[in-house]
């Protein structure tokens, strides 16, 4: 895919950090390359948003928390209403957080501060927080179609996943089904593949997965 720069070119710099030139123009291309798909066709693409060494090394964090028990069954619903239920959702999740002072959950967060202050700046998107879980779907697990944003909660705005399936083929399944007005767009959740939509907007599904299949989901917020 090409994504033009054509959207941001005053945008130049990011306050307060002062990477090597090369890597920064490389993460701002990914960062546009995901910005302008989205402004195209309501669901932004890019296909390196990670980087391959990070992603291989989140998808091995990943992996490590698995086999020591760390993840639990993802639930429905906020706080007000939470339920757990097999039959719509089947991923196992781990809440990533800055406090567990992990160095790669630390770069992750680090690259995701980046990704919002360009895009508050380029967007006005007034991005005030984001929530990102580790998600682990078994063999012969599925998300079915759903929304991302709460009735009681509108403080998703954008839905962000990102998947860690260095060897995803279409025997594996697994896929995300996005619902548009008129078209489904399906998804492989291939490593390095970076999705982003707003979270009140589409509806989407996890089909039927026949390999483990590994991502991070998230939600910038607002409010
Ligand atoms: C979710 C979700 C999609 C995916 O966790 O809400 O829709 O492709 N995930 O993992
Ligand atoms: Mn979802």
Same mark, same amino acid.
């Given at each position: 895919? $090409?994504?033009?720069?054509?959207?941001?070119? &005053?945008?130049?710099?990011? @306050?307060?950090?002062?990477?090597?030139?090369?890597?920064?123009?490389?993460?701002?291309?990914? %960062?546009?390359?995901?910005?302008?798909?989205?402004?195209?066709?309501?669901?932004?693409?890019?296909?390196?948003? /990670?980087? !391959?060494?990070?992603?291989?090394?989140? #998808?091995?964090?990943?992996?490590?928390? +698995?086999?020591?028990? @760390? %993840?639990?069954?993802?639930?429905?619903?906020?706080?007000?209403?939470?339920?757990?239920?097999?039959?719509?959702?089947?991923?196992?999740? +781990?809440?990533?957080?800055?406090?567990?002072?992990?160095?790669?959950?630390? $770069?992750?967060?680090?690259?995701?501060?980046?990704? =919002?202050?360009?895009?508050? @700046?380029?967007?006005?998107?007034?991005?005030?927080? &984001? !929530?990102?879980?580790?998600?682990? +779907?078994?063999?012969?697990? %599925?998300?079915?179609?759903?929304? *991302?944003?709460?009735?009681?909660?509108?403080?998703?705005?954008?839905?962000?996943?990102? &998947?860690?399936? !260095?060897?995803?083929?279409?025997? *594996?399944?697994? !896929?995300?089904?996005? +619902?548009?007005?008129?078209?489904?767009?399906?998804?492989?959740?291939?490593?390095? @593949?970076? =999705?982003?939509?707003? $979270?009140?907007?589409?509806?989407?599904?996890? /089909?039927?997965?026949?390999?483990?299949?590994?991502?991070?989901?998230?939600?910038? #917020?607002?409010?």
């Amino acid at each position: 895919m $090409s994504c033009s720069l054509k959207l941001k070119p &005053y945008l130049t710099h990011l @306050q307060g950090f002062t990477p090597c030139r090369t890597q920064s123009k490389l993460l701002h291309e990914q %960062f546009d390359c995901l910005i302008d798909s989205f402004i195209a066709d309501k669901v932004g693409l890019s296909d390196d948003f /990670l980087g !391959e060494q990070l992603a291989s090394q989140l #998808k091995a964090h990943l992996i490590d928390l +698995y086999a020591g028990q @760390q %993840f639990h069954s993802a639930g429905i619903g906020n706080q007000e209403v939470h339920h757990k239920d097999q039959s719509t959702r089947g991923d196992q999740i +781990y809440w990533l957080d800055r406090q567990h002072h992990h160095p790669l959950e630390t $770069s992750f967060f680090d690259l995701m501060d980046r990704f =919002v202050l360009y895009l508050n @700046q380029s967007c006005y998107t007034g991005i005030s927080g &984001y !929530e990102f879980h580790y998600a682990l +779907y078994e063999k012969g697990s %599925f998300y079915k179609r759903h929304l *991302d944003q709460f009735r009681s909660d509108k403080s998703r705005a954008f839905s962000m996943i990102l &998947y860690l399936n !260095e060897l995803w083929v279409p025997e *594996d399944g697994g !896929e995300l089904c996005i +619902y548009h007005s008129d078209h489904v767009q399906t998804i492989a959740p291939l490593s390095g @593949q970076c =999705v982003f939509f707003k $979270s009140s907007e589409l509806e989407h599904e996890v /089909l039927l997965t026949q390999a483990p299949r590994m991502s991070i989901t998230g939600w910038l #917020k607002v409010g």
